[in-house]
């Protein structure tokens, strides 16, 4: 994005790209939990989603899978807060392709 990835900034994406369908966020601090628990909350016709590096844990995958409906795709690489059972749980519900990889800190 070329700004730091907060609830602020993703608030004016949101407000200008109401319908994004692809979203990868990539090896910053500034992504947790609360960050994706908005994701969830705005970006509700996100079909791809790929984390990667970032401080996530559980939760966030957890709101990410509730309120994302359209979501198809999910990669998550190098987050040592998410295990692979919240991924496949948060994902029963529809045909997601849910893909974890580990930390390289594990």
Known sequence: M???ETVGSFNVLASNCPT???MA???TDTVGDSELVF???KF???KKLCIKN???SDTGVKSVGEG???LVKLKVKRCRGVTKASVCTAFLHNSCD???SPSRNV
């Open 2 to 4: 070329g700004i730091p």
């Open 20 to 22: 994004l369908e692809r």
């Open 25 to 27: 966020i990539c090896n």
């Open 39 to 41: 994701i969830a909350a």
């Open 44 to 46: 509700t016709s996100l």
């Open 54 to 56: 970032c401080p996530i």
């Open 68 to 70: 994302c409906p359209s």
């Open 98 to 100: 849910a893909q974890l």
